[in-house]
């Protein structure tokens, strides 16, 4: 039998970086309002959002790059006002890499680390150190022009680790990389700040790169953060519509509130009933109208004569074929909307014909209410 | 429509070779005359001599006027290239209203027509009480030149990936490491490159300093003066030739950097192996 474990983290609770009523205006318009946020020593955590939504001014004001219009930055205690980005405990992978593209690699690896007078051997040492860190031993001699777009990545991770930052601070680091490489470089970006314990601070608009690595997200929305959370947290228990629509797919349904307490909502909708679910946290009701959602994965095709405790009934309006997965709308009676559903492909539900009537069987803990 | 097909390449090939000629016949005609024996430019050639060249080295005004010229021709390029990195930095980096009228401004005098910014130019001096020197003739071609430096330097620091100056600084690096680390190391082809072209256009002008010089003549006016003797016409050629030889030599060098310096700025995220 397999058991859930919850994975083992070597994170503190000190707070390595405090963020504290941060807004930057331009005129009249607000790249951000008003942002807070803790970030703990030795943690990967995701700024994640739209463009445009702040999280790249906000890495910025920590590298010290910009100046917030009011509010402060801390980075392990120590306040940041005034201090330039050359004296700051902290270093950045740049969107472009930002290659010096008239150094050599070892060139490039080594060129902070001159500002600090080591012996000869010792600034080798440490910079053979950081090209080991990220696979690129022996391509020390290579120009930054011969590289491609993954070792320039990795020159320019090698070059900010090899000044032992505090935090390291990336901004979308891996978007200029096809998707297979993409992918490798998640996981290895995951297991590089596992293996030296360095704050990690990741900018990036990709959901799944967000999900994917972090220990935290926050979601950000139009200069604000909309929600500070673990991975599942974040996709499974979203603050709001917001949130969950920028986090993959989901199925909003109309519901009004009949009983609140607590711990738990009671609510009634047209197509599920009366459901009863878990009272979000930041839960703020607003009239008597909320939002129940449930995600297209969470719904699965009853076959023949499965049963559930809890199920809909309805027919098969589209069917989309995506390799691995089908995606059917469902068309629910009452409901305004047709429901998303994804099924794995093993039990045939890429046969399901257009127009077949169809029951869809689902756990109430799925469900998960939004104040509107 | 067969038929002009087949009919144009050949005829677009000789039209080429005219086009070709048209442009280069009279240069190449002053080589062959320099080496003539005879004194009157014409065909065919009496011999075959370098005495011609032999003779420069031996006439003390064509010294001076080499002297005068190189003179000139240091202080107006690193003039021109200094004041052309400001204006360059300024337009390749910076927002601002009015970039594109004060980009056009300083490309102006390209077009201008010579003869009438020299007339000006001296104007100007004697309304300034500036006696007429050398050091006018090096004012009146940092104006010609600024146009032809700003185009090279542009080249080379557009595209320059602003990127690269924070990378440094965030590694600790300061502002004026930055500068002499990243910065100047990245566009000093450019640089090279406008001084030489510089170099060149003040090597090679008249009319600025025909108007704008005392006593002291340039290569280009002492040439001028020397084509009133028929019996100095083979010199003057000789001396022509070897400066078409500086000139080219000098700004194929000056392009092969632009190029350098215009491939290193906008190479970031180029070369996907």
Redesign the interface.
């Known amino acids: 039998m397999l058991e859930r474990v919850q994975s083992e983290r070597t994170q503190s609770d000190r707070t390595m970086i405090e963020i504290r009523d941060i807004t930057r205006s331009y005129g009249s318009f607000k790249a951000l309002d008003n942002a807070s946020l803790a970030i703990r020593e030795g943690e990967f955590f995701s700024l994640l959002g739209p463009s445009g939504c702040g999280k790249t001014t906000l890495l910025r004001m920590i590298a010290g790059f910009d100046t917030p219009t009011s509010g402060s930055i801390a980075v392990d205690g120590q306040p940041m006002d005034g201090i330039p980005a050359n004296r700051r405990p902290t270093n950045m992978v740049f969107q472009s890499y930002a290659i010096f593209p008239h150094l050599n690699v070892e060139q490039n690896v080594a060129y902070g680390l001159k500002r600090l007078k080591l012996d000869a051997g010792e600034e080798k040492r440490r910079a053979e150190e950081a090209l080991a860190q990220v696979s690129l031993t022996g391509l020390g001699k290579r120009r930054a022009t011969e590289l491609s777009g993954g070792q320039r990545q990795r020159v320019a991770l090698a070059r900010a680790l090899v000044m032992r930052p505090k935090v390291l601070l990336l901004d979308e680091p891996l978007s200029a990389l096809d998707k297979k490489l993409r992918e490798q470089m998640q996981v290895e970006l995951r297991r590089l700040q596992q293996a030296v314990g360095i704050t990690f601070v990741l900018v990036t608009h990709d959901q799944y790169e967000a999900l994917a690595m972090s220990d935290r997200i926050a979601v950000m929305f139009g200069g604000r953060i909309a929600q500070v959370a673990s991975p599942k947290e974040i996709y499974q228990r979203p603050v709001n519509r917001q949130v969950a629509d920028f986090l993959g797919g989901m199925n909003f349904v109309k519901a009004e509130i009949v009983e609140e307490n607590g711990a738990s909502l009671v609510l009634d909708t047209l197509g599920f009933g009366r459901v009863r679910t878990d009272k979000p946290k930041a839960f703020v009701r607003n009239g008597g109208a909320a939002t129940l959602g449930i995600r297209p994965e969470r719904l699965r095709v009853l076959w023949d004569n499965a049963t559930a405790k809890f199920e809909v009934a309805g027919k098969v309006v589209e069917r989309h074929y995506f390799g691995e997965i089908t995606h059917l709308i469902v068309e629910i009676p009452g409901l305004e909307k047709p429901l998303s559903v994804t099924e794995t492909n093993d039990f045939g539900a890429d046969d399901i014909p257009v127009g077949a009537p169809i029951r869809l069987g689902y756990d109430p803990e799925a469900l998960v209410a939004m104040a509107d | 429509m067969t038929a002009i097909r087949r009919f144009l390449p050949g005829w677009l090939s000789s039209y080429a070779v005219l086009y070709l000629l048209f442009l280069y016949l009279p240069v190449i005609f002053l080589p062959i005359f320099s080496i003539n024996t005879a004194a009157t430019p014409k065909f065919p050639l009496s011999g075959v001599t370098l005495h011609w060249y032999e003779d420069l080295p031996r006439t003390p005004a064509l010294i001076d006027a080499t002297w005068n010229s190189l003179i000139v021709g240091v202080s107006a390029s690193i003039l021109s290239t200094v004041l052309g990195i400001l204006a360059a930095r300024s337009i390749t980096r910076y927002r601002y209203p009015g970039r594109r009228a004060v980009n056009g401004l300083i490309m102006a005098p390209l077009v201008l027509p010579e003869v009438i910014v020299a007339i000006s130019m001296l104007l100007v001096m004697l309304q300034l009480g500036l006696s007429l020197s050398l050091f006018t003739v090096v004012l009146g071609h940092v104006l010609v030149c600024i146009p032809y430096s700003m185009t090279v330097l542009t080249s080379g620091f557009e595209g320059f990936?602003r990127?690269?100056e924070?990378?440094?600084?965030?590694?600790?690096?300061?502002a004026f490491?930055t500068f002499r680390?990243?910065t100047l190391?990245?566009v000093a082809p450019a640089i090279i490159s406008s001084l030489l072209v510089c170099f060149t256009i003040s090597l090679d002008e008249f009319i600025i300093a025909f108007f704008l010089t005392g006593t002291e003549a340039t290569l280009p006016i002492y040439i001028w003066g020397q084509l009133r003797f028929a019996a100095k016409l083979p010199g003057v050629l000789a001396l022509g030739t070897l400066l078409l030889f500086a000139s080219f030599v000098l700004m194929t060098i000056a392009e092969i950097l632009r190029r350098r310096a215009a491939r290193?700025?906008q190479?970031?995220?180029?070369?996907?192996?």
């Open positions: 990936d990127s690269l924070e990378a440094s600084a965030d590694l600790g690096e300061s490491g680390r990243v190391p990245m290193r700025t190479n970031e995220g180029g070369l996907y192996a």
